[in-house]
């Protein structure tokens, strides 16, 4: 798998009239993630861990917080999670309204869906 430098890649842009501001609002971006800043970094303490499904478990136990940050980082707003299902069989069609894995008291049913979708 070839692997890619944002560098080489911005070096193969043509000259516009657009900035990056033009495609993302980089001080609203900013704003999000500090919201999250803490939970993103205790969910970073699972790089590199061997038995990544039982850790993230632990830490959904120890710090049931870090769940606001998922849909931060699958790029879905809270309000999409409750409006707009989740398909979670492709094959079958079928969705489910998923937003309780983000927000609900912690149950062995979240436990397993939270692993089974991330």
């Not at 710090?63 to 069989?89: E, M």
Request: glycine share 2%.
């Amino acid at each position: 798998m070839k692997t890619y430098d944002f560098d080489d890649l911005k070096t193969t842009f043509q000259d516009s009239i657009f900035t990056w501001s033009y495609f993302t609002d980089f001080s609203k971006v900013k704003l999000n993630v500090a919201k999250v800043d803490v939970e993103l970094n205790i969910l970073n303490s699972l790089i590199g861990k061997d038995d990544i499904e039982n850790e993230f478990i632990l830490l959904i136990k120890q710090y049931p917080n870090i769940r606001k940050a998922l849909p931060l980082l699958i790029a879905t707003r809270k309000n999409k999670l409750q409006d707009t299902p989740i398909v979670s069989d492709v094959g079958g069609l079928f969705s489910e309204n998923k937003s309780y894995i983000f927000y609900n008291t912690i149950d062995e049913k979240i436990k397993k869906r939270v692993v089974d979708h991330f």
